[in-house]
């Protein structure tokens, strides 16, 4: 599970952007690479705004199962990046979705199970990630 989280983490989503544009594919790399960043801060204008314990912090559990970057957990920040990444290559390329979308799923699954995220966040973490993909690819189109 923990290998799967990294995912959703910047090395990956940004690296895929910047995999998109090396390819030949500059727009949809950009796109990527916007409906992340703009997933990302609104992500974090939220944990700070909301500044929800994470599972591990509320229950008392001594670690979670990951190393966490900050200590808040709504909405999910893995969940937003690789949602938005999944979803702006599925808007350009429907046949990617069986593979990006059950990845993008684990990714936001994974974090629940290792303590690090409720729920909701991940579900919100969706969400922006979603809204991300679809603005940035609307602005790009």
């Known amino acids: ?3 799967l989280t990294h995912f959703g983490g ?9 995999a998109l544009v090396a390819a030949g594919q500059p727009r949809l790399g950009l796109a ?3 409906a992340n960043t703009g997933s990302h801060l609104l992500v974090q ?7 929800r314990a994470r599972p591990c912090d509320a229950t008392g559990t001594p670690l ?3 190393d966490l970057p900050d200590p808040h957990s709504f909405p999910s920040g893995h969940a937003a990046a ?3 990444v999944a979803a ?28 690090v995220h409720h729920l909701s966040d991940v579900l ?14 609307r602005l790009l189109r």
Do not use: D, E, N, Q
């Open 1 to 3: 599970m923990r290998w």
């Open 10 to 18: 910047a090395r990956f989503t940004l690296g895929v952007g910047l």
């Open 32 to 34: 990527a690479l916007l």
């Open 45 to 51: 204008i939220l944990k700070r705004a909301v500044a």
């Open 64 to 66: 979670a199962l990951v």
């Open 82 to 84: 690789a949602t938005a």
């Open 88 to 115: 702006t290559i599925v808007l350009a390329h429907p046949m990617i979705a069986p593979v990006a979308l059950p990845l993008a799923c684990l990714v936001a699954y994974s974090r629940v199970a290792l303590r």
């Open 124 to 137: 919100a973490g969706v969400a922006l990630g979603l809204g991300g993909a679809i603005g940035a690819s």
